[in-house]
């Protein structure tokens, strides 16, 4: 059905429930998963940078991890690590699902910190209105409040 599936991943929990569904669009067929992890930096002054997470490096060795095990299975499986400014996440997974002709993009609907969302808004979200590919957004199962 499709030629490449995108998964894109921050390593947080939420991706890592979307993470089924994008192997079950590739399972049985010669599709691609491209698994695509943004490292988002905040800049400092004098070209100095950090990244937006302390743990991205274990977060990237996660990933890495992830993505030996889907080869392992037999799946046609690739990594793409790209940056971004903070809050730059969706477009930089958009050009990359673009630039790979992806049939659509798997995320999770929460990002590492409920606080990521409120301050540079859902990545899902803007994923949805940049509208590159189709987006399958995984709902993390979390309760919902009747306030």
Same mark, same amino acid.
């Given at each position: 059905m499709?030629?490449? %599936?995108?998964?894109?991943?921050?390593?947080?929990?939420?991706?890592?429930?979307?993470?089924?569904?994008a192997?079950q669009?590739?399972?049985?067929?010669?599709?691609?998963?491209?698994v695509?992890?943004?490292?988002?930096?905040l800049?400092?002054g004098? !070209?100095s940078s950090?990244? %937006?997470?302390?743990?991205?490096e274990?977060?990237?060795?996660?990933?890495?991890?992830q993505?030996r @095990?889907l080869?392992?299975?037999?799946?046609?499986?690739?990594?793409?690590?790209?940056?971004a400014?903070? @809050? @730059?996440?969706? !477009?930089?997974?958009?050009? %990359?699902?673009?630039?790979?002709?992806?049939? %659509?993009?798997?995320v999770?609907?929460r990002g590492?910190t409920?606080?990521d969302?409120?301050?540079l808004?859902?990545?899902t979200q !803007?994923?949805?209105?940049?509208?590159?590919?189709p987006?399958?957004a995984i709902?993390?199962?979390?309760?919902?409040?009747?306030?």
């Open positions: 499709f030629d490449t %599936v995108v998964w894109a991943t921050d390593g947080s929990r939420s991706a890592d429930l979307a993470l089924p569904y192997k669009l590739v399972s049985g067929n010669d599709t691609r998963l491209l695509v992890h943004c490292e988002e930096i800049a400092g004098s !070209q950090v990244p %937006v997470h302390a743990n991205e274990n977060l990237r060795t996660k990933i890495e991890r993505v @095990g080869v392992d299975e037999g799946m046609n499986a690739a990594l793409a690590t790209v940056s400014s903070a @809050g @730059g996440a969706a !477009q930089a997974i958009a050009e %990359v699902a673009g630039k790979e002709h992806a049939g %659509v993009i798997v999770g609907t590492l409920a606080d969302e409120l301050m808004g859902s990545v !803007q994923l949805l209105h940049l509208g590159v590919a987006v399958l709902p993390d199962g979390g309760a919902v409040s009747s306030a």
